[in-house]
Structures are given as structure tokens and as C-alpha cells.
């Protein structure tokens, strides 16, 4: 089983940048689809983006489209999403998901991904 550690949240004005990483460890995450979901309080967890097995594939929600990238490093066990032109509204706790089955990546339901990290904090400041 695969184990999730995401990092790179933090405190940034809107209209800024910043690059949340997953690292995954105990074994090699380039058999799994990789996905990020956002959780804003109040709120239901959301599908942010996700990368298929081979990275060949990527899928945003509307919300980021345009906005934010989500790439893999297969070599570094990683997972990277690129957040640029923040907002107030993407404020939210961002996680980082993994699943096994073919076609993830593409899933935007949670219920697909089985191995999750333990969050990171994202707070945009208006």
C-alpha cells in the first residue's frame, strides 16, 4: 500500500502562485492514478485535478481550469499541482488521492480513490 504526504500549502495574497507536493512512499506510485481534491470549511470535499497512470492524461474541474497544473515525477515518487492566479475562493484544505483502477485520474468521486495523504492548508487572502 501506498502512502500519501502532501506539503507546500500555505498563506499567499490572491493573484499568487504556489506548487503543492504528494510524495508517495512504501511503493511505487506509477501504477496509480493520482488525483487532488480541495475541501473549503463549510463545504464537501471536491475534485480539483487528477493525472492518469501514465501522466498522459489530465483532468481539471472548471473551477481551476486554466489556472492550475497537475504533472507526476514517476522517478521522484511524486505528484506535483501547479496553482497560479489563486483565488479567495480556493481557500481549502487540499488532499491528494491515489487509486488503482484503470481510468483513475479521470474519476472526480472520491469514493474511487482508496489511499489519501493527511491534507495541507491552503489559505488565499483577498
Known amino acids: 500500500q501506498v502512502q500519501l504526504v502532501e506539503s507546500g500549502g500555505g498563506l499567499v495574497q490572491a493573484g499568487g502562485s504556489l506548487r503543492l507536493s504528494c510524495a508517495a512512499s512504501g511503493r511505487t506510485m506509477s501504477n496509480y492514478g493520482m488525483a487532488w481534491f480541495r475541501q473549503a470549511p463549510g463545504k464537501e470535499r471536491e475534485f480539483a485535478a487528477g493525472?492518469?497512470?501514465?501522466?498522459?492524461?489530465?483532468f481539471y474541474a472548471d473551477s481551476v481550469k486554466g489556472r492550475f497544473t497537475i504533472s507526476r515525477d514517476d522517478a521522484k515518487n511524486t505528484v506535483y499541482l501547479q496553482m497560479n492566479s489563486l483565488k479567495p475562493e480556493d481557500t481549502a484544505v487540499y488532499y491528494c488521492?491515489?487509486?488503482?483502477?484503470?481510468?483513475?485520474?479521470?474519476?472526480?468521486?472520491?469514493?474511487?480513490?482508496?489511499?489519501w495523504g493527511q491534507g495541507t492548508q491552503v489559505t488565499v487572502s483577498s
Open positions: 493525472i492518469s497512470w501514465s501522466g498522459g492524461g489530465t
Open positions: 488521492a491515489a487509486c488503482g483502477s484503470y481510468g483513475c485520474g479521470a474519476y472526480r468521486s472520491e469514493d474511487y480513490y482508496d489511499v
